[in-house]
């Protein structure tokens, strides 16, 4: 029989990780469950029950617990009895973060309706994109934003509207629910995925639910007794807010909502909610080392910090320590095809292991795979991740030669990202092999920026690399071959794009040259170009 070292979970003979942390206690896989039904049904066994659900941070208005179910429960009768929507059905989102969006998610969830969110700041064109791969009957979207939607079946719905606030209002009568197994697909979130176009990635209530598992199981870990308040930054329409707000019920904390983050608007709320748990992004952590905006502001409620989404640097982890030596960081890694993290800082251990990702999540393994020769490493040597687990997506929506790229027929998943595990099991991402630019946590796509610019009659090639930022972790970068007698400039080129694309997508930096490097097979190598911006700027 194999054996499995303790201490770092590797295995030398089937040269697999496994996790260190307790197996998930998942309901059996065969009995119809939602995940929405799943983290309700995991309030009662909690030691510390916040009764506040949410708290809107700019009106300071909440709504308790039974309150956000009895809402939950208005729309779901709503939309399955007035409207007409089905089991099965998709409804594609636009929403801002607010107090509204957890009540249709948990509502679309329990009706076995997949929900579909996108960022409301993206264009018709990349909207259009969406809306062909999801197929849906129906849209929710902000009034800003609603006008970007071309009619659906059952129309859009505006969230901001009087009418919207009446059917929350509205006492549910009783719906004839129809089961909703775990394999269903529950939400279908975008991302690029390790290539250039926009895929849909199909998570389903049992990946879901396996991820809420994960994070109940250390439910118990926390420093005082009071109720938790958790306020995230992070946007619902990505895994990763959409997480840390299901986690949030599932623990029965309260959530502090903000539409949009504003750094000085965050820090006092932390202060006048007494906010014990902040999720963010890298850039968010920079902000808060850099400056004042928490002058006057009593943070000593605060726990933990979860950052995710993109790398952290060691030395703002060193500042952070230095300016909140109470606060407890704790980094994760994820993905949206992991429905959310694979590894995360548990506690005040874990996180004295800074620059890691932390150690893998329950039920999960991993292999790290030399990217020459395509053979698994052992501990301390750097590989591709490959993932495996009931985290796992269904795969991408209508693409199956995306889905046979990335995950093996016997069920692993190709991360894209470079990563060792030390002989501890904590993880640490290295490089990425995809070829992503992360600005502010968004995933931006090299490829659709050079299909943009090529499009323009001036340019006669381009190629897009992300460029190392202080404060958004990286930025598009474009090199731009001119055609001949063309005097474009910088600016030109920057407006060109960012009049077409979602404004986290725009070129914030041009470089014009005489070629793209490219290989024989004529694929851009924008490996080459990135080594090239390195070494200029170490002169
Ligand atoms: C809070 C941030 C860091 C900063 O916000 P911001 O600076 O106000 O601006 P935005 O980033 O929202 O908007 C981008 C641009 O759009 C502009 N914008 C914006 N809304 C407007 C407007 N309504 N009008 C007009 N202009 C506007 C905005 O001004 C800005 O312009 P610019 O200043 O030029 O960058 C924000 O970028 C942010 O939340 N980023 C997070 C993205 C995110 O969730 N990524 C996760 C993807 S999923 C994933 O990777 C999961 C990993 C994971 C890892 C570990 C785990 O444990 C679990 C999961």
Same mark, same amino acid.
């Given at each position: 029989m194999a054996e499995t070292d303790a201490k770092s979970g590797y295995c030398s003979e089937t040269k697999i990780f496994h996790s260190l942390r307790k197996p998930l206690d998942l309901p059996p896989e065969d009995i119809p469950l939602t995940v929405s039904s799943y983290a309700l049904s995991l309030q009662p066994n909690n030691p510390i029950v916040n009764p506040t659900a949410m708290i809107d941070c700019a009106t300071k208005r909440s709504i308790s617990y039974s309150e956000f179910i009895r809402q939950v429960d208005s729309l779901s009768f709503h939309l399955h009895s007035v409207v007409g929507i089905k089991k099965g059905d998709v409804a594609f989102l636009l929403c801002s973060n607010s107090v509204k969006v957890p009540i249709i998610y948990f509502s679309l969830m329990s009706l076995g309706v997949v929900l579909s969110p996108s960022n409301p700041m993206s264009t018709e064109a990349e909207i259009l994109r969406q809306l062909n791969l999801c197929n849906p009957v129906v849209a929710f979207a902000v009034s800003s934003a609603s006008a970007k939607l071309p009619n659906l079946k059952f129309g859009t719905i505006v969230v901001d509207s009087p009418d919207f606030d009446s059917v929350l209002a509205t006492e549910a009568g009783e719906i004839d629910r129809v089961e909703v197994s775990q394999s269903a697909v529950a939400a279908i979130m975008y991302s690029s995925g390790t290539t250039g176009r926009v895929k849909g990635v199909m998570v389903t209530h049992r990946n879901m639910i396996a991820n809420t598992a994960s994070f109940y199981q250390h439910r118990s870990e926390r420093r005082s007794s009071?109720?938790?308040?958790?306020?995230?930054?992070?946007?619902?329409?990505?895994?990763?807010?959409?997480?840390?707000?299901?986690?949030?019920?599932?623990?029965?904390?309260?959530?502090?909502?903000?539409?949009?983050?504003?750094?000085? !608007?965050?820090?006092?709320?932390?202060?006048?909610?007494?906010?014990?748990?902040?999720?963010?992004?890298?850039?968010?952590?920079?902000?808060?080392?850099?400056?004042?905006?928490?002058?006057?502001?009593?943070?000593?409620?605060?726990?933990? +910090?979860?950052?995710?989404?993109?790398?952290?640097?060691?030395?703002?982890?060193?500042?952070?320590?230095?300016?909140?030596?109470?606060?407890?960081?704790?980094?994760?890694?994820? +993905?949206?095809?992991?429905?959310?993290?694979?590894?995360?800082?548990?506690?005040?251990?874990?996180?004295?292991?800074?620059? !890691?990702?932390?150690?893998?999540?329950? !039920?999960?393994?991993?292999?790290?795979?030399?990217?020459? !020769?395509?053979?698994?490493?052992?501990?301390?040597?750097?590989?591709?991740?490959?993932?495996?687990?009931?985290? +796992?997506?269904?795969?991408?929506?209508?693409?199956?030669?995306?889905?046979?790229?990335?995950?093996?027929?016997?069920?692993? +998943?190709?991360?894209?990202?470079?990563?060792?595990?030390?002989?501890?099991?904590?993880?640490?991402?290295?490089?990425?092999?995809?070829?992503?630019?992360?600005?502010?946590?968004?995933?931006?796509?090299?490829?659709?920026?050079?299909?943009?610019?090529?499009?323009?009659?001036?340019?006669?090639d381009a190629a897009v690399i992300p460029y190392p930022d202080e404060v958004a972790g990286e930025i598009p970068m474009a090199f731009v071959v001119r055609q001949p007698h063309s005097s474009i400039n910088e600016a030109h080129v920057m407006e060109f794009v960012a009049t077409q694309v979602s404004p986290y997508k725009k070129v914030r930096k041009v470089a014009f040259v005489n070629s793209i490097p490219k290989s024989p097979a004529g694929k851009i190598l924008r490996k080459t170009l990135r080594e090239s911006i390195a070494s200029h700027s170490k002169l």
């Amino acid at each position: 029989m194999a054996e499995t070292d303790a201490k770092s979970g590797y295995c030398s003979e089937t040269k697999i990780f496994h996790s260190l942390r307790k197996p998930l206690d998942l309901p059996p896989e065969d009995i119809p469950l939602t995940v929405s039904s799943y983290a309700l049904s995991l309030q009662p066994n909690n030691p510390i029950v916040n009764p506040t659900a949410m708290i809107d941070c700019a009106t300071k208005r909440s709504i308790s617990y039974s309150e956000f179910i009895r809402q939950v429960d208005s729309l779901s009768f709503h939309l399955h009895s007035v409207v007409g929507i089905k089991k099965g059905d998709v409804a594609f989102l636009l929403c801002s973060n607010s107090v509204k969006v957890p009540i249709i998610y948990f509502s679309l969830m329990s009706l076995g309706v997949v929900l579909s969110p996108s960022n409301p700041m993206s264009t018709e064109a990349e909207i259009l994109r969406q809306l062909n791969l999801c197929n849906p009957v129906v849209a929710f979207a902000v009034s800003s934003a609603s006008a970007k939607l071309p009619n659906l079946k059952f129309g859009t719905i505006v969230v901001d509207s009087p009418d919207f606030d009446s059917v929350l209002a509205t006492e549910a009568g009783e719906i004839d629910r129809v089961e909703v197994s775990q394999s269903a697909v529950a939400a279908i979130m975008y991302s690029s995925g390790t290539t250039g176009r926009v895929k849909g990635v199909m998570v389903t209530h049992r990946n879901m639910i396996a991820n809420t598992a994960s994070f109940y199981q250390h439910r118990s870990e926390r420093r005082s007794s009071a109720p938790a308040v958790a306020l995230g930054t992070v946007p619902y329409f990505h895994i990763f807010g959409f997480f840390a707000m299901l986690r949030a019920v599932a623990v029965s904390d309260c959530v502090v909502v903000m539409e949009r983050f504003d750094l000085r !608007s965050m820090m006092r709320a932390v202060d006048e909610f007494k906010v014990t748990h902040l999720t963010v992004v890298p850039p968010v952590v920079v902000a808060m080392v850099k400056g004042d905006a928490a002058a006057g502001c009593d943070l000593s409620s605060l726990e933990t +910090l979860g950052v995710g989404a993109a790398p952290l640097g060691k030395d703002v982890v060193a500042a952070f320590k230095t300016k909140f030596p109470h606060v407890v960081l704790g980094q994760g890694y994820g +993905l949206t095809e992991s429905t959310g993290p694979v590894t995360r800082a548990v506690g005040p251990e874990e996180g004295l292991y800074w620059g !890691s990702a932390g150690r893998l999540v329950g !039920s999960c393994e991993v292999k790290i795979i030399d990217i020459e !020769s395509g053979v698994a490493l052992g501990p301390n040597q750097p590989g591709e991740l490959w993932i495996k687990g009931p985290i +796992l997506m269904k795969g991408y929506l209508g693409d199956a030669e995306a889905t046979a790229a990335t995950l093996t027929p016997d069920g692993w +998943l190709k991360t894209g990202d470079v990563c060792y595990v030390d002989e501890e099991g904590y993880f640490y991402v290295v490089d990425r092999l995809k070829e992503l630019i992360k600005y502010k946590g968004y995933q931006v796509a090299p490829a659709e920026l050079e299909q943009l610019l090529q499009s323009h009659p001036e340019i006669s090639d381009a190629a897009v690399i992300p460029y190392p930022d202080e404060v958004a972790g990286e930025i598009p970068m474009a090199f731009v071959v001119r055609q001949p007698h063309s005097s474009i400039n910088e600016a030109h080129v920057m407006e060109f794009v960012a009049t077409q694309v979602s404004p986290y997508k725009k070129v914030r930096k041009v470089a014009f040259v005489n070629s793209i490097p490219k290989s024989p097979a004529g694929k851009i190598l924008r490996k080459t170009l990135r080594e090239s911006i390195a070494s200029h700027s170490k002169l």
